[in-house]
């Protein structure tokens, strides 16, 4: 069973300070993604990463950016957080040739005051 | 430009009713379209999909149909039970397109 975790469900962070996010993946999948997921809005593909230490933009990249040292793990900073990066933040994995099938976390409820 | 939309921000249903989910996408060149399910404070599961070289793929009580003349699917829910109610994604891959292109979803609601 696949599973993905993330570092925290809710987290309450202030304006201007640096976050991260955590994901970790138990299935050996090479494909990581973040998106974010607003009302309204469905969810938006932050980054993704085929490999360690790749990584590639998706949609809506600016204000972010993602570390991927190991297979398993990888990481959504916010390096300097604002009030409109508020939002349910979601990673995902999927194995090379399983790029349709995503396996989603439980995600993080983001708060920057 | 959105490739993927789902019209319907919401539908309610009865219990023990039908539920029909829509989704239209624009790009001719997706080849591969999933359904996700999305509780509150919960990340998406996935729930089925279905391949262009098919029209219809059943799981269960879950059904999805695509046209692709019409460039359009949809996910039937038969019966729908209240345990269904959350907001449902269309997904759809393909082409030069290497990840899934999301709808903004359709919150489901079967009253009991």
């Known amino acids: 069973d696949v599973k993905v975790t993330q570092s925290s469900r809710y987290l309450v962070k202030r304006t201007g300070e640096k976050v991260f996010l955590e994901c970790v993946q138990d299935?050996?999948?090479?494909?990581m993604f973040w998106y974010r997921q607003d009302p309204g809005l469905g969810l938006r593909l932050i980054y993704f990463?085929?490999?360690?230490?790749?990584?590639e933009k998706g949609d809506i990249p600016e204000g972010y950016s993602v570390s991927r040292e190991k297979k398993e793990r990888f990481s959504l900073i916010l390096e300097s957080a604002s009030t409109n990066q508020t939002s349910m933040y979601l990673c995902?994995?999927?194995?090379?040739?399983?790029?349709?099938?995503?396996?989603f976390g439980p995600g993080t409820r983001l708060t920057v005051l | 430009d959105q490739q993927v939309k789902q019209n319907s921000p919401s539908l309610s249903v009865q219990e023990g009713r039908i539920s029909i989910l829509n989704c239209d996408y624009t790009?001719?060149?997706?080849?591969?379209f999933l359904w996700y399910k999305k509780y509150p404070a919960e990340g998406p599961t996935f729930l089925i999909s279905?391949?262009?070289?098919?029209d219809k793929n059943e799981d269960g009580r879950f059904t999805v149909f695509l046209n692709k003349s019409a460039k359009h699917l949809s996910l039937h829910i038969v019966p729908s039970q209240p345990g269904d109610s959350a907001v449902y994604f269309c997904?759809?891959?393909?082409?030069?397109?290497?990840?899934?292109?999301f709808g903004k979803g359709t919150k489901l609601s079967v009253k009991p």
């Open positions: 995902a994995s999927s194995t090379l040739t399983g790029l349709d099938t995503q396996y």
């Open positions: 299935m050996d999948h090479e494909n």
């Open positions: 990463s085929y490999d360690v230490k790749m990584k």
């Open positions: 790009n001719s060149m997706f080849d591969y």
């Open positions: 279905i391949s262009s070289i098919k």
């Open positions: 997904a759809a891959s393909g082409g030069s397109q290497g990840n899934l292109i």
